[in-house]
């Protein structure tokens, strides 16, 4: 066959990465609508709006990073509704593990989801290779 198995796998998370970027034009609406008939300043539109962005990143992204690995093992092929709960969970932990890191070091919000953003990324990517790995080892 033309198609590879680590091709199908790229695919797939390659539209979950698509997918979470359609939320940035749709931030960037909101922004705009609140700007217009609010009078908001426009620090405070786009600080919580970057923030709202990395929520939407690092639970996307990390969800994903964390189900796909799984979902090629045993467990995720009986489970896969199961699986995907835990995966979310996870991912909320490690969300709020990394938040909370920002009381005791004084990190402002915006390096909060600057980190955040790049420990999913990193997670994503290296979810990837895992997967691919997983994924060509699967006898079908």
């Known amino acids: 066959m033309p198609v590879k198995r680590k091709h199908l796998v790229s695919a797939l998370f390659s539209a979950i990465f698509i997918s979470s970027l359609i939320w940035i034009p749709v931030y960037g609406v909101v922004w705009g609508v609140g700007l217009i008939f609010n009078d908001v300043v426009v620090k405070a539109i786009f600080q919580g709006g970057f923030e709202a962005i ?14 796909f690995p799984l979902a090629c093992t045993k467990l995720g092929r009986r489970s896969k509704a199961g699986l995907m709960v835990v995966s979310m969970i996870v991912a909320f932990a490690v969300l709020g593990g990394i938040a909370s890191l920002g009381i005791p070091t004084d990190l402002t919000n915006s390096a909060i989801s600057l980190l955040l ?9 290296v ?5 691919r790995g997983m994924y060509a080892k699967i006898d079908f």
């Open 54 to 67: 990395a929520f939407t990143y690092v639970v996307a992204l990390l969800t994903a990073a964390i189900l």
């Open 117 to 125: 953003i790049a420990v999913s990324l990193v997670a994503f990517i």
């Open 127 to 131: 979810s990837m290779f895992i997967t």
